[in-house]
């Protein structure tokens, strides 16, 4: 069994920075990508950022130039630093992972969510 546990999240003003972490634990091989994804209210869950062991990273176009996602492989922790944040950058954020079992099946595991809110 894996968990995915976040932190980090919080209330902020326009303009302001947050960061978050996400920790994998429990039974891990190895770990394919982590990733965040977000919702807002009334809205489908969407990538925010996602990077892989080879550290490739892809962020959605709203994102781009304002967060930056990165990762430590021996903590399997991954990292969202968001800078400039937007009201429209209100959502909860989920950590996403891809982590493959010492049997080598791959499943898809999410965190619980970190609410991330931006006041203007």
Known sequence: QVQLVESG????QAGGSLRLSCGASGTIFSINFMGWYRQAPGKQRELV???TSGDSTNYADS?????????DNAKNTVFLQMNSLKPEDTAVYYCNAEILSFS?????????GTQVTVSS
């Not at 999240?9 to 902020?12: I, P, R, S, Y």
């Not at 994102?63 to 990762?71: A, E, L």
């Not at 080598?104 to 999410?110: A, M």
């Open 9 to 12: 999240g919080g209330l902020v």
């Open 49 to 51: 950022a996602r990077i």
């Open 63 to 71: 994102v781009k130039g304002r967060f930056t996602i990165s990762r």
């Open 104 to 112: 080598r099946v791959k499943v898809r595991y999410w965190g619980q």
